[in-house]
Structure formats: structure tokens, C-alpha cells
DNA sequence: CGCTGCGTTGAGACTACTCAATATCCGTGG
DNA sequence: CCACGGATATTGAGTAGTCTCAACGCAGCG
């Protein structure tokens, strides 16, 4: 049995999607977990053409998933957080289309498709929330194509700074109007798909707005409302019961 | 009972997953099927915001599914084609973040979510193979979002024919090397995140390259070796058994 | 003290955009 | 059968956004 914080958090989120999850569905989803790792920054936890025999919970620290071409170019396709199941769709699917790298040191559990599985069987709507987090993640998916394909570099950024506030919100990584951002601006970029000098000046003109400012990693959302209107953040597809802010 | 291609096309996609779909779980995934509806080209399907209660499975023609910005912007996140699950995702998600248009008269079957659920209770199975096909769904957004983000717009269009070549082959909706693409250029552009303007001339280069050749709607493969290497396709994120080509 | 990684700046090139005009295709009604 | 209208495709010209390459500054660390 695992213990500690970034569990409380994962449960944290799975109730903010579905109020009903019982005591026992949650102990025996605390069961599910067996080992946790410590993991070092920039290191590849899981990679790809890999067939999996486990999934990773984020405990601490921030990781991320991305895909590479052949030529080296990287576009990183989400941004996971601690409380983030980040590749729970492993378990269906075993074979990875993507790898998975610590952005930070990270402290990860493993859930051993094995035990998943036997969760899945004990409770058909503990399977339903795996299912419903997939799906979720899917649609965090969809606003970054959206951002890449349609808003500017500018909105598209802001769209990012709203997404992971809200996210980090729900369990407490948040300090006032404030949390911490630890990528560096060419992780960033391979976010959002533009180079890295690109990114550094979409990051001066969101400071030159005031909207958003910076104190070393620590970013600071000044107006939250006029940063919304830009990027045009509707927190809906995030499916929260009761949204923040 | 629903009888007809459609249908067999979406269960003989769900066996190139998973070839262990026993007799009684087709027949029961058949079963939850109810009408089939007629629909127009350029018609919503489903809006944004909507609470659903039932999934639409694609019998005849193209669909997809977009995003409208506040201005009007519109990004389109998937393309479906006969015997894809439209939005299956609506069933645990209930609330769309999306909106889905037909792009051709389509036939769409009605699967009613309580109808699903009962599948799911039967056979836990047949829920993990819903679980996977809406995982595949992300993962070739994935690709999606990797195209808009890294790579070219020759690229990226070079890899959207090369996606749907070996997707309609899997149901035969090919022929030889070619197959019917009835999007407008417009409904491409907003597929690849450019101008209409931009995916003309995107197109007029693959032209030139002799790769790709038209004949009024329909697209022929012509190189499908140097095609696919233009496009870095890879398709392992289609998690199919046996691949064609 | 001198790496090394990260952020910042400048200059010039290129990709993709917008606006606007023209061409082509196709279905409908005369 | 032809004329017409509407949608779609194509072209041109000028512009905006983003890229690449290269240099420089600064901080942390061995």
C-alpha cells in the first residue's frame, strides 16, 4: 500500500470528475499501486514501441509525453502533473506510440497491469473512471491541436498558463495566483510547436501584457479573467464538477 | 438489429485489434444498436456543450469533429470514416467539448448509452475494446497534434493520405491504390490548421511530386514507399494486428 | 575560475497568411 | 441543350508570423 500525498491527490481528481466513488472502489484502487521510484530529470520513463506491462502514477514533480520524428524533432503532446495517471491508456493499448520523460526529479508509483485489471473485474465503474481519465486526457489533447492548428503562438500560450492553473488547483499545487512552472523555454516550445527563440518572445509579450509575470520559475497570473479572454479558455472539456476561479 | 456494411465494417476493425471478439459479443455489441438515420451532408451531428445520451456509429459516408473558436476559427480534430465510432467518448464523458458535422450524406447508427452500459456489464471484455478504440482515436490525434506542431505541411498532408489509405483499407473502402476523398480543400485546411489558400498549393506540390495523383475526388497513391517516407509515417499508433502495405 | 545550460537579442530568410481576382465544375431551371 | 448561379479551386501580390543562425549575458557549479 502506497502512502502519500500524490495519492491523496489522484483521488483527489478522480472525485472532483465523479462524486460516487466508494470507500472500498478507493481502497482498492490504493491497492492497485505497488512500488514508488525516484526518478531524475530529463529521464526517459517509458519509451517508444515499448509494450507495457505497467502504468505511471505521478506522484511529485512534473513529466511529459512526446513524440519524436525520425529527423530528432520532438513535439511534446501533454504535460502531466502529480495526481496525473500518466499512461494509464498502456493498459489497453501496451504498445506506446510515445515515450514518457521526467521534466523534473519525480517520484512515480507503478500500477502493474495485472492488478488494474483485477480492479477493473472487482468494480465495472472503477473501470468506467480509468476509461472517463483516458478521455479526459483526450480532450486536453484536442485544445492543444486546436492551439497549434488555429490560435496564434500568443493565445495558444495563455490557452496553456489557464490549462495548468486550473489543473494544479485542484490539488493544491497552486500558491494564491501563483504555482510553479518548471519547464525550460525549448520544453515549452516543444509544446507549442515553435522554436525556442519563438517561445522566449511569446513569454515577453505575455509579460508585456501584465497578464502574466515571473519570479525565477514561479508564475505569477495577474488577470485571470483578461488571460482567459485571450486564449479563449473554457474549462469545460477539463470535465469538472466545480470549477475553480 | 442493424444489418448492413456498416456494421460489419465496425466489428471487422474491432477484430484487427483484438481478434477475440467471441460470437456472443458481436452479437451483443450488434444488439446495441438501434435505428439508423439519414443525414445531409454539412450537418451537426452533435454541438459543443451537448449532454448526450446516446453514440453515433458511422454506417455510410465522412464526418468529423471540430472546435469553433469565439471568432469563428475552426479546427477540426478528427476525420471519421464507415465503421468508426463517431463518439464513443460521450459515453463516459457525457459533455462535449466538440461538435461532430457529416461532410458527406452519411448513415448513422443510434447506440443509446443505457444500451452500452448493458453491453459493458455483460461483457467487461467488450468494455475494454471500447476502451481501446477511443484510445486510438487520441492516439492518432496524437499524430495529429505532432503534424500541426513539427512537421511540414507538405509533411503533414502526406501523412493524413497515408492515415487514411491504410484506415479505409481495412474495410475495403479502397480501390487498388485510390480512394475517394470528399473533403472541399477548405474542410483539409481546417484539418491541417493552414489557409485554404495554403492547403491549395500544399496539395499542387504533392501533385508535383508524383506521389499523389487526383482524378476529380479521387486520391491515388501513386509512390506509396516515397509517400510514406515524406511523411515519416510510422502506423504502429493504429495498434492494428496485421498491416496492410 | 571557467565550464555549461539557459535565456535573450539581432538579422535575414522563408513559410504561411490575407485579400482579391479569376477559373472551373456542377446542378437547376428555362 | 444551354444559361445561370453557387460552390470550389486556382492564381497573384503584398504582409505578418515564425524560422534559423549566431552571438552574447548570466547564473550555478565543479
Same mark, same amino acid.
Given at each position: 500500500?502506497?502512502?502519500?500525498?500524490?495519492?491523496?491527490?489522484?483521488?483527489?481528481?478522480?472525485?472532483?470528475?465523479?462524486?460516487?466513488?466508494?470507500?472500498?472502489?478507493?481502497?482498492?484502487?490504493?491497492?492497485?499501486?505497488?512500488?514508488?521510484?525516484?526518478?531524475?530529470?530529463?529521464?526517459?520513463?517509458?519509451?517508444?514501441?515499448?509494450?507495457?506491462?505497467?502504468?505511471?502514477?505521478?506522484?511529485?514533480?512534473?513529466?511529459?509525453?512526446?513524440?519524436?520524428?525520425?529527423?530528432?524533432?520532438?513535439?511534446?503532446?501533454?504535460?502531466?502533473?502529480?495526481?496525473?495517471?500518466?499512461?494509464?491508456?498502456?493498459?489497453?493499448?501496451?504498445?506506446?506510440?510515445?515515450?514518457?520523460?521526467?521534466?523534473?526529479?519525480?517520484?512515480?508509483?507503478?500500477?502493474?497491469?495485472?492488478?488494474?485489471? !483485477?480492479? @477493473?473485474? *472487482?468494480?465495472?465503474?472503477?473501470?468506467?473512471?480509468?476509461? +472517463? =481519465?483516458?478521455?479526459?486526457? $483526450?480532450?486536453? &489533447?484536442?485544445?492543444?491541436?486546436?492551439?497549434?492548428?488555429?490560435?496564434?503562438?500568443?493565445?495558444?500560450?495563455?490557452?496553456?498558463?489557464?490549462?495548468?492553473?486550473?489543473?494544479? !488547483?485542484? @490539488?493544491? *499545487?497552486?500558491?494564491?495566483?501563483?504555482?510553479?512552472?518548471? +519547464? =525550460?523555454?525549448?520544453?515549452? $516550445?516543444?509544446? &507549442?510547436?515553435?522554436?525556442?527563440?519563438?517561445?522566449?518572445?511569446?513569454?515577453?509579450?505575455?509579460?508585456?501584457?501584465?497578464?502574466?509575470?515571473?519570479?525565477?520559475?514561479?508564475? !505569477?497570473?495577474?488577470?485571470?479573467?483578461?488571460?482567459?479572454?485571450?486564449?479563449?479558455?473554457?474549462?469545460?472539456?477539463?470535465?469538472?464538477?466545480? &470549477?475553480?476561479?
Amino acid at each position: 500500500m502506497v502512502q502519500e500525498r500524490g495519492v491523496d491527490d489522484w483521488i483527489r481528481t478522480i472525485r472532483h470528475r465523479d462524486s460516487t466513488l466508494s470507500p472500498e472502489e478507493e481502497a482498492d484502487l490504493r491497492g492497485a499501486l505497488s512500488v514508488v521510484v525516484e526518478e531524475p530529470a530529463d529521464r526517459d520513463v517509458v519509451r517508444e514501441h515499448d509494450r507495457q506491462t505497467r502504468s505511471h502514477l505521478l506522484l511529485e514533480g512534473w513529466a511529459g509525453r512526446y513524440i519524436t520524428l525520425s529527423d530528432g524533432r520532438r513535439q511534446i503532446v501533454a504535460i502531466h502533473v502529480p495526481g496525473d495517471f500518466v499512461d494509464l491508456h498502456s493498459f489497453p493499448l501496451q504498445i506506446m506510440d510515445h515515450s514518457v520523460v521526467t521534466f523534473t526529479p519525480c517520484r512515480i508509483a507503478h500500477a502493474p497491469h495485472e492488478r488494474l485489471r !483485477e480492479v @477493473t473485474v *472487482r468494480h465495472p465503474h472503477v473501470a468506467r473512471l480509468m476509461w +472517463l =481519465s483516458t478521455l479526459i486526457d $483526450a480532450a486536453v &489533447l484536442r485544445q492543444w491541436l486546436v492551439g497549434s492548428g488555429k490560435r496564434s503562438a500568443l493565445e495558444q500560450t495563455a490557452h496553456l498558463f489557464c490549462e495548468l492553473f486550473v489543473r494544479l !488547483e485542484l @490539488t493544491g *499545487r497552486t500558491d494564491g495566483r501563483t504555482f510553479i512552472f518548471p +519547464l =525550460s523555454q525549448a520544453e515549452l $516550445a516543444d509544446c &507549442l510547436g515553435v522554436s525556442a527563440v519563438h517561445a522566449n518572445r511569446v513569454l515577453q509579450d505575455l509579460r508585456g501584457t501584465r497578464m502574466l509575470a515571473w519570479r525565477g520559475r514561479r508564475v !505569477e497570473i495577474r488577470e485571470w479573467d483578461a488571460l482567459a479572454a485571450l486564449a479563449g479558455f473554457d474549462p469545460v472539456y477539463l470535465n469538472l464538477a466545480d &470549477l475553480p476561479r
